[in-house]
């Protein structure tokens, strides 16, 4: 697929088929994306690939702390308050969702299940979780770690899969905590759903929006 194409066309998946993505392949995408650029090639990227019954315990755990309103208490502080231009496309995105699904703004019930799916990971078979040593220059490192997520995404989009990288998924770090052997002196970061996407699903071909290139690039000569 062309670099164009593929930046184009990948898009966060929010409804995913159960079938397991083979191994292979999954060790395919997370073997070429090492060639992700980093901060002096440090590569300060640890992932874990979790995948069947402990995935589908965590997604059981992380939905119902969502679903019991317990308080997020992610490894890295995430914002709260946006510029008013910022908060306007963060907010566009929640209405071409629920819109697409026909979720209506004052359906709470529908609402709090929709959430409940994305603490589901959106049902995806598999989870690519990143972690940074505590010790690192975090604001640094974390831009490595954008760097390699976005790569797994689209090299996962180009064999035909899906993925979301979801905030939702690290809000409860205790949960992976008590899972996964992720030593103390790391911080979770960020974890990627990867499946099938679901097409038949509106939302996941709802039109995205992103902001004119003037609004993002200033030209100096
Ligand atoms: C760091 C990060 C965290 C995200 N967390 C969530 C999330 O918790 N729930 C969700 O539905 N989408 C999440 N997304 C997906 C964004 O909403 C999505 O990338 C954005 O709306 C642009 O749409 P696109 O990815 O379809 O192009 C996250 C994306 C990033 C980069």
């Known amino acids: 697929m062309d670099i164009e194409k593929a930046v184009k066309e990948r898009r966060s998946i929010r409804m995913f088929k159960p079938e397991e993505v083979p191994r292979e392949i999954i ?34 755990a992380n939905r119902q702390k969502c679903m019991d309103g317990d308080v997020h208490s992610s490894e890295i502080p995430m914002p709260e308050v946006w510029p008013e231009i910022l908060k306007k496309r963060y907010i566009g995105v929640g209405k071409s969702v629920l819109t697409s699904l026909s979720i209506a703004r004052e359906d709470v019930n529908a609402r709090n299940e929709y959430y409940g799916d994305m603490f589901n990971l959106f049902g995806a078979p598999c989870m ?31 064999k035909g899969l899906g993925t979301c990288m979801l905030a939702g998924s690290v809000r409860y770090p205790g949960l992976l905590r008590d899972m996964l ?12 759903a990867m499946g099938y996407p679901d097409w038949d699903s509106p939302v996941n071909k709802f ?14 000569s």
């Open 27 to 60: 060790r395919e995408i997370l073997d070429e994306a090492r060639w992700a650029p980093s901060w002096g090639n440090t590569q300060p990227w640890e992932l874990y690939v979790v995948t069947g019954e402990t995935l589908e315990r965590f997604k059981k």
């Open 128 to 158: 690519i979780l990143a972690c940074l040593a505590k010790s690192l220059n975090i604001e640094y490192a974390m831009l490595d770690v954008g760097l390699i997520m976005q790569t797994i995404c689209l090299l996962a989009h180009d």
């Open 181 to 192: 052997p992720i030593p103390e002196d790391r911080f979770i970061v960020i974890g990627t």
């Open 207 to 220: 039109e995205r929006k992103r902001a004119n290139l003037d609004e993002i690039a200033t030209w100096v």
